[in-house]
């Protein structure tokens, strides 16, 4: 559990800031990806990254943009946040042909937007 | 796009009694199936998972079926404890590079002592 970690854990906001959320790997992973996690939704894909500077959409891109300047790094950006992004929010890393081919969670991060 | 669908949402199962849930996928070219068990508050972490080229894995009292003619696979818990009482995740991508993972909604497993 401590090769990935968020920041921040907990976070309220209000509608129309900008937030940055934060993950961390210690692992050396190739890829890494968030996720957002609502009731009923399971958890969907927002962004992914295969590599420094290089990411692409998943499912869920709309109101999110994200940065990869270092491999251990990997930032989500709600650029003006609104309520429908109330969610918990998860980081995942991968390595395909290393030793952590699966994907590994981080802690989470929960976001409420007032 | 690739969508997952999983049964039941709940369930309820006497401990020392099995346990199945059930997912279906949409992409024939679907090829890796891992399945997520997260306790309240906590990450979701692997339990166990399967690739196209096996039909069964099991691991102690866990295994996993996969059926990629009819496009289902399934979770089996045997000999259900307290403990596996959590909320369990199927999942669906292409194995290559990032795995961009697509979950079904999700099944609140409950073992009742």
């Known amino acids: 559990d401590a090769g990935i970690t968020q920041s921040p854990r907990h976070k309220v906001t209000e509608t129309g800031t900008p937030v940055t959320l934060r993950c961390h790997q210690t692992e050396n992973h190739r890829y890494m990806y968030w996720y957002r996690q609502d009731p009923g939704h399971g958890l969907r894909l927002i962004h992914y990254?295969?590599?420094?500077?290089?990411?692409d959409k998943g499912e869920v891109s709309d109101g999110y943009s994200v940065s990869r300047s270092k491999t251990e790094d990997f930032l989500l950006t709600l650029e003006s946040a609104t309520s429908s992004q109330t969610s918990v929010y998860f980081c995942?890393?991968?390595?395909?042909?290393?030793?952590?081919?699966?994907?590994?969670f981080g802690p989470g991060t929960r976001l409420l937007v007032l | 796009g690739e969508n997952v669908e999983q049964h039941p949402s709940t369930l309820s199962v006497q401990e020392g009694d099995s346990a199945v849930i059930k997912c279906t996928y949409s992409d024939s070219a679907s090829n890796y199936f891992p399945w997520y068990k997260q306790e309240l508050g906590k990450r979701p972490q692997l339990i166990i998972d399967?690739?196209?080229?096996?039909g069964e894995k099991k691991d102690q009292r866990i295994a996993v079926t996969l059926n990629k003619t009819a496009k289902h696979f399934s979770l089996h818990i045997t000999e259900t404890q307290p403990e596996d009482s959590a909320v369990y995740f199927c999942a669906a991508s292409i194995r290559q590079g990032a795995q961009k993972l697509v979950f079904g909604q999700g099944t609140r497993l409950t073992i009742n002592p």
């Open positions: 990254s295969y590599g420094v500077k290089d990411t």
């Open positions: 399967i690739r196209s080229n096996v």
């Open positions: 995942a890393i991968s390595d395909f042909g290393g030793q952590q081919e699966t994907q590994y």
